[in-house]
Structure formats: C-alpha cells, structure tokens
C-alpha cells in the first residue's frame, strides 16, 4: 500500500477537468449524527463537487434533514439496503468522478474531502482513503478500554496497513469504479471495494483525518463485531463442515493467541496494570462475540 506520498497543493481546491468530483452516501437513521455532516456537504456543493444521499428504510427524521439541504441531490428509498442505496447514488452521479463514499456519521472537514478527491486524480491513483480514528470519547469505560487493546495487538496494525476498510470515508477514480459494476448485497461493502485493488493501489493520504463514533456500549459493541465478522465471512470459501460449538471455538482462539504471544512477545510491551486490565477486558467480551456468533444470530443483520 501507498502511503503518504501524494503531494498535495496548498489548497485543494483544484481539478485537472470538468469535474471537481462526487460524493456518494448512504443513510439511513442518522437523524441524532448527520447534521454537522450536512454542513460539511453543504459547503463542498458549493464548490462544485455534487453530492448525492440516498436515505433508504429510514424510521427517524433522516429524510427530513437531507431535504432541506437544497444543495444536496437526495433520494429516498423505502427498502433498508446500504449496497443498493449506493447503487442509486452511482447512477444519479453519472460519470462525475473522482469519488468518495462517506458513511453517514462520519466526520471530516470540506479540505479534507478535497484533498482525498485531488488523490485520486494522481497518476495511477485507484482507492484512497484518509487515516481513521475512531472517536470513543462517548463510549463507556469497557467499550475504551476493548479498544485500546485492539489498536495495541499487532494483527490490528497488520489489517490497517494492508486494508482502507473499516474508516467511513473511501474514493475511487473513474478507472478505479471501473473495476466493478454494482455493489453487491454484501454487509462489508468496503471491503469488497478493498479487495478489487492490490496493495499497491491502496493511498491512505495521511494529511487527511476522518473520525467515526465508536459504539456507546458493550452491547452496540458485540453486535457491530458480529455484524463484521459475518461480513467477512461472505468473502471466504463457505464451508462444508457445520461451525464448532462455542467451548470449541474458544479453546482454539486461545490456543492461537498463545501461539501468537510466543512468537511475537508485543505483549511484553503493555503498561501495567492499564495493559492487563485491557486483556481482561477484551477476553471477556471476545468470548461473549464468540457466543453470540454460534446463537444463530450473526446472520440478522437490519442495515446493510
């Protein structure tokens, strides 16, 4: 993956064409979250780049809010589908690209969004993406607490330098979106994008931040852990053999992260007693994920 090198101009406001370039969103029940989103987009029409928000299945005021953003191109949907939401807002934009997908609660600011947009103008841009933090300053202790601990473990580092997914905001220039034709009805759709490119086409453009919330509690936790988890899964070979029982599935995740520990001491590097505190944590509520995977619910996923 390419990272860091694209050199920017010192506004980024500028095209090479016709097109400043798109956005596309997905939104659906974001009325608590989209509003400072809106504004974003709302300045950034402004300047030419065109924006379109499908909402899809929307229970709340979602709708509502997008429609009075006049300069916004919004469409609302009845059925609760994030793939085919943004389906439909590829085909209200046209051939206008470069362009980004944000998730609906996703914070960035107008520069930002211009930049990730002139990156992929770059030569031999295909995907980029800005770095990601996940904002848990409204999350509860157990819920930071896991996080720390899975931003400290190596496999986490790993997947985050190979992979853009997973950040809320992705872009891709024509002959990036050219690699597929439609989302397909995935639940990790920017994975699916993620795996269309090789490494090497994948820019994280490091002068660009976008924040998403983490969930506010253990149960938003394990329910969005599960939800990936079985997104990942689609894009595996299915298996033939039932999946284990959970005392299965434990003891071999254990047995893997000793194996791990031994070969990559990284956890001789925690603080004590925050680093012990955070495994503990962890553990706890990877075997509660793990129960749940194995109920016959991962499957029931309401938005995707």
Known sequence: MRSCD?????????????????????????????????????????RGIVVAIVT?????????????????????????????????????LGMNFPRLYLDADVSIDADGIASLLNAARGEGARLVAPIGVEDRSHSSWLVRRHGAFVDALPATRRYRA??????????????????????????????????????????????????FPAPRDVRALVRREVRVTSGRRQFTSPE???????LKSWIGGIRRVIHRARRDPWWANLSLPEGLIDAVVYAGIWLVITARRHQGRAGAVPWR
């Open 56 to 92: 899809n299945g929307c229970t709340d005021a979602t709708p509502v809010l997008v429609a009075q953003h006049p300069t916004i191109v919004h469409a609302d949907r009845a059925v609760a589908s994030k793939t085919a939401a943004l389906n439909h807002a590829d085909s209200l």
């Open 240 to 246: 033939t053999k039932p999946p284990s029982a959970p």
């Open 162 to 211: 190979a992979y853009l997914s997973g950040r809320g905001v992705y872009g891709m220039s024509l002959d990036g979106r050219a690699r597929f034709d439609q989302f397909p009805d995935v639940i990790n759709e920017d994975h699916f994008v993620n795996l269309q490119f090789s490494e090497a086409e994948r820019i994280t453009v490091c002068d660009v931040t976008a924040r």
């Open 6 to 46: 694209i050199d920017h101009d010192e506004s980024p406001w500028i095209a090479t064409d016709r097109h400043l370039g798109s956005i596309a969103i997905a939104a659906h029940n974001e009325a608590d979250r989209i509003g400072q989103l809106l504004n974003v987009l709302d300045a950034v029409a402004r």
